[in-house]
């Protein structure tokens, strides 16, 4: 259903010691948040606190043949899976 007027998007900073802490924390909480309108899975990210313009994607993200995405992590082995 297309919105009309302004569009917002929320930033919620969150500091763990480890990439690999951060990386399982936005999966979790994107995937404990994919039913609620609006929220984009596929577009969760991460970054160093001192280097936010470099962003390591949480999620897989290829489009699959029937226009839905892979939402395997990113990196996954094997096959892309719309379904994970």
């Known amino acids: ?19 690999e802490q951060a990386l399982r924390f936005a999966y979790a909480l994107a995937r404990s948040l994919a039913l609620v309108p609006g929220v984009e899975v596929a577009g969760a990210t991460v970054s160093a606190e001192d280097a936010q313009h470099v962003r390591r994607w949480v999620f897989c993200d290829r489009i699959m043949p029937d226009r839905r995405r892979c939402r395997a992590r990113a990196d996954h082995d094997g096959p892309c899976d719309p379904d994970r």
């Open 1 to 19: 259903m297309p919105t009309t007027g302004p569009r917002y998007v929320l930033h919620l900073p969150l500091t763990v010691p480890t990439e």
